[in-house]
């Protein structure tokens, strides 16, 4: 089976930077998505981490540490738009790939 | 257009009824997926295909079955819907080639009466 923790809910200022981080635990471990989810909206895929290290894309950077069973991701400079759910999901050669998600994590951007 | 699409959008029905969500892809992929989402529980897998003569089970797949019809189009059945299956409901393609990355249809949300 699989353990994915993520905080539930954060709160962060515009133009801020804000991290995120989730834990797992598992077997097989193959990858590492983060998605946003904006309310009543489809998840959207933002990053897939497979090696240690970050990876940049834009105001968006997304971290994996293997051998702590952790990531982050992180949001620079916070826009308004940018308050949505962000899931972690986890996928594992055991599972066939498919990746199993976190609950997410709401995060709330304030002026 | 959308490269996943699904019908309908919302559906409100009353408990014992037969329901049918249809879900539809143009990107081309083998693999569909439905998912449900409840607040707090996160996404959940009911049901996959990794193609048209290929079913599995998810984590919850009980209460609910799936048809493969095509390469494109994969339908999640509710034989006989209950109060606690109200939910947000999302059909997923991906490509083993892309590591599996889940690309999303928009939902449809179901309330059970």
């Known amino acids: 089976g699989q353990n994915i923790d993520q905080p539930t809910e954060m709160t962060a200022t515009e133009g801020a930077i804000v991290q995120i981080n989730c834990t797992y635990q598992t077997s097989g471990f193959n990858g590492l998505f983060w998605y946003q989810q904006h309310a009543g909206e489809a998840p959207t895929f933002l990053s897939y981490n497979v090696l240690d290290g970050l990876e940049e894309k834009g105001r968006f950077s997304s971290f994996l540490s293997r051998s702590k069973g952790y990531s982050y991701l992180l949001l620079k400079e916070l826009q308004m738009k940018d308050s949505a759910s962000y899931l972690c999901a986890v996928s594992r050669s055991g599972g066939s790939y498919i990746p199993t998600f976190g609950r997410g994590t709401s995060l709330i951007v304030h002026p | 257009d959308a490269d996943v699409t699904q019908t309908p959008r919302n559906r409100i029905t009353k408990t014992g009824k037969r329901i049918m969500l249809e879900c539809s892809q143009t990107k081309g992929h083998d693999r569909m997926y439905w998912y449900r989402q409840d607040p707090g529980l996160g996404l959940r897998l009911i049901y996959y295909?990794?193609?048209?003569?290929?079913?599995n089970k998810g984590e919850i797949s009980d209460g609910y079955s799936v048809s493969r019809q095509a390469q494109a189009k994969f339908s999640l059945s509710l034989e006989s819907a209950i109060p606690n299956q109200t939910a947000l409901y999302f059909c997923?393609?991906?490509?083993?080639?892309?590591?599996?990355?889940?690309?999303f249809g928009p939902g449809t949300r179901l309330l059970v009466l």
């Open positions: 295909s990794f193609d048209v003569k290929d079913i």
């Open positions: 997923a393609t991906s490509d083993p080639g892309d590591g599996e990355t889940q690309y």
